[in-house]
């Protein structure tokens, strides 16, 4: 099937690290993303990774992705109240196809 | 820039009303997307244009229509609206080349009853 997963809920202490989990299903997609939905608002782009590449590393956002088992995460450090939103992950199997997961709702606890 | 903009915000309608969601984007992308998003379910594509001049259905095309205007303008209609169709759109463009990237508008709220 074509169904991008993710856990559901995320909950955190402010100051530590967020690990939000996404498995994705075609392993020619070129490029993966990591989308932010803050209450209200549309997607909003936080980081991509080009599928070469193991780990991409941005400020306090690391992705590190998994081909082999079609596993990508994205680690916030130091998460804030301000990280609390909705975090989709996408991909891209076709040339102007793509293909989100169910979002994970990251709560921030102060 | 302003980036995609979406008129209107919010609409409520009745059932067999028809209305049309606007789109605009002002960052010279050729790729324009159309999303609905449902509760529990992610977005999902409704029509595609790669271009201008061209549509294409996406995974739930059914009870919509598209016009690609220009290259700025993308917009939706629905028809005979339904309440199944209650839900958030959103609009998008693609980055022309590289990481091809969806830059999103602010979505508007459908409502039908």
């Known amino acids: 099937g074509e169904d991008v997963e993710q856990s559901l809920f995320l909950s955190v202490r402010e100051g530590d690290s967020s690990v939000i989990n996404c498995t994705y299903t075609?392993?020619?997609?070129?490029?993966l993303y990591w989308y932010k939905q803050e209450p209200g608002a549309g997607l909003q782009l936080l980081t991509y990774?080009?599928?070469?590449?193991d780990m991409k590393q941005d400020q306090r956002l690391t992705v590190l992705l998994n081909k082999k088992d079609k596993h990508l995460s994205l680690r916030i450090a130091d998460t804030q109240t301000g990280d609390s939103a909705i975090y989709f992950c996408?991909?891209?199997?076709?040339?102007?196809?793509?293909?989100f997961g169910t979002g994970t709702r990251l709560k921030v606890l102060a | 820039n302003a980036g995609v903009t979406q008129t209107p915000k919010f609409q409520v309608l009745k059932t067999g009303q028809s209305m049309t969601l606007q789109c605009a984007q002002d960052m010279n992308h050729n790729s324009m997307y159309w999303y609905r998003q449902d509760p529990g379910m992610g977005l999902r594509l409704i029509y595609y244009?790669?271009?201008?001049?061209?549509?294409d259905k996406g995974e739930v095309p059914n009870g919509y229509n598209v016009s690609r205007l220009n290259k700025r303008e993308f917009s939706l209609r629905l028809e005979s609206a339904a309440p199944s169709q209650t839900s958030v759109y959103f609009c998008?463009?693609?980055?022309?080349?590289?990481?091809?990237?969806?830059?999103f508008g602010p979505g508007t709220r459908l409502t039908v009853t």
């Open positions: 075609d392993s020619s997609s070129t490029y």
């Open positions: 998008a463009s693609r980055k022309t080349g590289f990481s091809y990237e969806q830059y």
């Open positions: 244009s790669a271009s201008e001049g061209t549509t």
């Open positions: 990774i080009f599928s070469n590449m």
């Open positions: 996408a991909e891209t199997p076709g040339t102007y196809k793509y293909i």
